[in-house]
């Protein structure tokens, strides 16, 4: 996730290339071809010290680890 709002996403054989943008609690994102192009937004928490990024049913998504400007 780049600073201008784009963002690109690769693991596996999964490449894919979206748009990002900040709100209140987190970031909604939309990507080309990770659920049909549809926008799905995410709560960002920081819980034990460690930064979590909790998907729309409040389930532990992702940890973030590095923050790179």
Do not use: H, Q
Not at 13 to 30: F, H, K, M, Q
Not at 41 to 48: A, E, L, P, S, T
Request: net charge positive; glycine share 12%.
């Amino acid at each position: 996730m780049r600073a201008d709002g784009t963002a690109t996403v690769a693991t596996g054989n999964l490449v894919d290339s979206g748009t990002w943008r900040a709100i209140e609690a987190g970031y909604c994102a939309t990507w080309k071809k990770i659920r049909a192009g549809e926008e799905r937004c995410f709560k960002v928490v920081n819980r034990n010290g460690k930064v979590l990024v909790l998907n729309p049913d409040g389930a532990i998504g992702t940890e973030i680890l590095n923050v790179v400007d």
